[in-house]
């Protein structure tokens, strides 16, 4: 039996990579998650699970090491983070704290247990980036003194960890740069972009879209995120590696409002509002290395994990 280690188990993301893990009849899972974000709800449907055990802690307690529950841990997913802007900005110290004390704890856990350990960064690395597509190579345009630095930066850091371990220490690691992921699984109040919309389209509220829309993201569901950061695990020619995990299909921001409107029937108004400070203008991930290393890429086009995510949206409205 391999027992695997998520961090953030109770978020969006974690949650649904537990539920993946467990499918494997091979696999025992330690959820860990302190629960500021994350909500305990997401994974009711394994609690009491013969194969997995939560833990309510916080990555950055410097006790969380003695916890005797570690022993026998051979993989590590460090997802432990605030992700949605308004969280991270409003928790910014936290934030700091759970990617840099926290992944420098868990990686002296793995060294210890000679674990791997999978670090989920975020392409917000990139920050308003002046390369596009941005592949792993490029080194960011990232403003150190705004409100998204907290995330950005603190994710930057994390990854020097991972470096510093990998090679100093020899502990197995390999870093995932990941893009916007999306589904139903994240909460109304969440704040990114496809929650709000479909959320405020399926209530008959305007769509908020920020500055004139024209700014690009790309979007990839939330399985074959999983997916990827499964094949980071497994793979050992991911060790030692950046890899970015996305989807490269690029929408504007006013183009998603205007799907999320044909696909709902919604009569809602799409409104513009200011645009928030450092919001990046493009988003779009260079996955020829996930190709390469991994034999990775999303199998779910956009408009088809948008209908899935608004039909369970919906189905939750009533």
């Known amino acids: 039996m391999k027992k695997v280690a998520v961090t953030g188990a109770a978020g969006f993301l974690g949650s649904h990579l537990v539920k993946r893990l467990l499918e494997d009849e091979a696999i025992e899972v330690i959820g860990l998650d302190n629960l500021t974000t994350g909500q305990a709800s997401n994974l009711a449907e394994v609690m009491g699970h013969g194969r997995f055990c939560f833990l309510q802690a916080d990555v950055a307690d410097p006790s969380l090491a003695q916890c005797r529950q570690w022993e026998g ?37 793995a060294d210890r247990l000679g674990a791997k350990l999978v670090f989920a960064s975020t392409s917000e690395a990139y920050g308003d980036p002046e390369v596009h597509p941005q592949p792993e190579t490029y080194r960011g345009n990232v403003n150190t003194w705004g409100p998204r630095a907290c995330y950005d930066e603190s994710k930057r ?40 919309f479909v959320n405020q389209a399926l209530t ?79 988003r779009r991930p260079d996955i020829c290395k996930a190709e390469r290393l991994l034999g990775w890429k999303p199998r779910v086009g956009f408009r088809e994990g948008l209908e899935r995510t608004i039909a369970a949206y919906r189905a939750k409205l009533h």
């Not at 900005?89 to 926290?102: F, H, P």
């Not at 020899?170 to 995932?176: D, L, N, T």
């Open 157 to 196: 850091l994390g990854e020097v960890l991972c470096y510093e371990y990998w090679t100093k220490r020899g502990v197995r690691v390999a870093v995932a740069r990941i893009f916007n992921t999306y589904s139903a699984g994240l909460s109304n109040d969440d704040g990114r972009v496809i929650s709000t």
């Open 73 to 109: 841990v051979t993989e590590i997913y460090h997802l432990a983070s605030p992700a949605s802007p308004q969280l991270y900005q409003r928790m910014s110290l936290e934030t700091i704290a759970v990617n840099t004390t926290g992944t420098k704890q868990l990686l002296e856990l």
């Open 204 to 282: 008959g509220k305007d769509l908020t879209v920020f500055g004139d829309g024209s700014q690009t993201r790309s979007f990839c569901y939330v399985d074959d995120t999983a997916e990827g950061l499964i094949r980071l695990m497994e793979k050992p020619e991911a060790d030692g590696e950046i890899i970015n995990i996305g989807n490269p299909e690029e929408y504007t921001i006013l183009e998603v409002a205007r799907l999320v409107k044909e696909l709902t029937g919604s009569v809602s108004r799409i409104v513009f509002l200011p645009l928030p400070e450092d919001d990046p203008k493009v």
